[in-house]
């Protein structure tokens, strides 16, 4: 029998992105789904207003949406996925984890605890182990395990694959799509013909995170990578995919096609949500492009290309899907690795 699920958040873009990827998932069955209370007590059908090209799931339409709240949830749920605002999440997430249910969360709170698990499957699974140190310290039974930001996601795995080469300090840029900030966060006035060269707390989080994911796990603590990450973060006219222009220093002075090659040949993870490659790259210099390279390996893919030495090391672009894999598919995977390591 499948573990089953509950997705906290339910009606929001990222919530229903998670709703679409476990309706059909192998090892997950959806259980309850809960929201605000203005869509309680309603069905998911009317309180969703589904906006995913790909239609409702019939399986979860008629579901009546609970109100957010460990209350709301039944016993036999195994594991909770969260796409809270990071506001609400902070508030309800430790009182799931407290009632004893494990939680994976895309919120943005929390995420740079010390006994909090910032985790991608391909890149850190060891971070893993930070559950345990959790569940001591705070006496909890559940566990809350989160996955990072959708630009910093899109970039750590090809720093990942950058290692072997001696990564010293990374400079990025990005150009991220409207749908990253929600249904309602950017009015078309505002966006179109235009770039909004600011987008609040998001360089801080691409420098912050991407340092614990990079770092090291010693059994007790994560240390975060040495390596210098500034970020500008820049919201543009797309609909989905962040593109990124990243400059790496390195220590060593690689060929453009030995990095090229370092990336294409990094190793993915045997979980169902994994794709095989996890970074496609592309030899057109053009490429990637978001409207052409956003849904690589199912949207689960990071898609890398324009390769090329600069004088401290290299500069490429890399590019993934903000609300698969920065965001739905990302808690999704955390989700498998959860079960896989035998935490539910």
Same mark, same amino acid.
């Given at each position: 029998m499948s573990p089953r699920v509950a +997705?906290? *958040?339910a009606t929001g873009a990222v919530g229903q992105r998670l709703v679409r990827l476990l309706d059909p998932h192998p090892d997950f069955e959806i259980a309850a789904l809960?929201?605000? !209370?203005?869509?309680?007590?309603?069905?998911y059908r009317d309180a969703a207003e589904w906006r995913l090209e790909a239609p409702i799931p019939d399986d979860v339409a008629d579901v009546a949406v609970a109100e957010t709240g460990p209350e709301a949830v039944p016993d036999d749920v195994a594991l909770c996925f969260s796409s809270l605002p990071s506001d609400v999440g902070a508030? +309800?997430?430790p009182e799931f984890v407290e009632a *004893? /249910?494990?939680v994976s969360s895309n919120s943005?709170? !929390?995420?740079?605890?010390d006994d909090v698990p910032l985790t991608i499957p391909e890149i850190n699974p060891d971070h893993l182990g930070l559950v345990e140190v959790q569940r001591d310290e705070r006496g909890w039974d559940g566990a809350l395990v989160k996955n990072p930001n959708c630009s910093t996601i899109t970039m750590v795995p090809t720093l990942a694959a950058l290692e072997t080469f001696g990564l010293e300090a990374v400079?990025?840029?990005?150009l991220q799509a409207v749908s990253g900030a929600g249904y309602s966060g950017v009015t078309s006035m505002e966006i179109l013909d235009n770039v909004l060269p600011q987008i609040g707390g998001e360089e801080r989080k691409m420098e912050t995170e991407s340092r614990k994911l990079l770092g090291e796990f010693d059994g007790a603590a994560v240390h975060d990578h040495d390596a210098v990450v500034s970020a500008s973060c820049n919201r543009v006219p797309t609909l989905d995919g962040h593109l990124e222009n990243v400059w790496a220093e390195l220590a060593d002075d690689p060929t453009p096609a030995a990095v090229a090659e370092a990336m294409r040949s990094y190793p993915g993870v045997d979980l169902p949500s994994s794709p095989d490659p996890l970074i496609e790259v592309f030899e057109a210099p053009d490429r990637p492009q978001p409207r052409l390279d956003r849904t690589v390996g199912g949207g689960m893919a990071v898609a890398a290309g324009g390769v090329q030495s600069t004088p401290d090391g290299v500069q490429y672009d890399c590019l993934a899907h903000n609300t698969i894999r920065g965001a739905a598919g990302a808690s999704v995977l955390n989700g498998e690795l959860l079960l896989e390591? *035998? /935490?539910?």
């Amino acid at each position: 029998m499948s573990p089953r699920v509950a +997705v906290l *958040g339910a009606t929001g873009a990222v919530g229903q992105r998670l709703v679409r990827l476990l309706d059909p998932h192998p090892d997950f069955e959806i259980a309850a789904l809960t929201a605000s !209370a203005d869509s309680a007590g309603r069905t998911y059908r009317d309180a969703a207003e589904w906006r995913l090209e790909a239609p409702i799931p019939d399986d979860v339409a008629d579901v009546a949406v609970a109100e957010t709240g460990p209350e709301a949830v039944p016993d036999d749920v195994a594991l909770c996925f969260s796409s809270l605002p990071s506001d609400v999440g902070a508030a +309800v997430e430790p009182e799931f984890v407290e009632a *004893g /249910y494990v939680v994976s969360s895309n919120s943005s709170n !929390a995420r740079l605890d010390d006994d909090v698990p910032l985790t991608i499957p391909e890149i850190n699974p060891d971070h893993l182990g930070l559950v345990e140190v959790q569940r001591d310290e705070r006496g909890w039974d559940g566990a809350l395990v989160k996955n990072p930001n959708c630009s910093t996601i899109t970039m750590v795995p090809t720093l990942a694959a950058l290692e072997t080469f001696g990564l010293e300090a990374v400079r990025v840029s990005t150009l991220q799509a409207v749908s990253g900030a929600g249904y309602s966060g950017v009015t078309s006035m505002e966006i179109l013909d235009n770039v909004l060269p600011q987008i609040g707390g998001e360089e801080r989080k691409m420098e912050t995170e991407s340092r614990k994911l990079l770092g090291e796990f010693d059994g007790a603590a994560v240390h975060d990578h040495d390596a210098v990450v500034s970020a500008s973060c820049n919201r543009v006219p797309t609909l989905d995919g962040h593109l990124e222009n990243v400059w790496a220093e390195l220590a060593d002075d690689p060929t453009p096609a030995a990095v090229a090659e370092a990336m294409r040949s990094y190793p993915g993870v045997d979980l169902p949500s994994s794709p095989d490659p996890l970074i496609e790259v592309f030899e057109a210099p053009d490429r990637p492009q978001p409207r052409l390279d956003r849904t690589v390996g199912g949207g689960m893919a990071v898609a890398a290309g324009g390769v090329q030495s600069t004088p401290d090391g290299v500069q490429y672009d890399c590019l993934a899907h903000n609300t698969i894999r920065g965001a739905a598919g990302a808690s999704v995977l955390n989700g498998e690795l959860l079960l896989e390591e *035998g /935490y539910m």
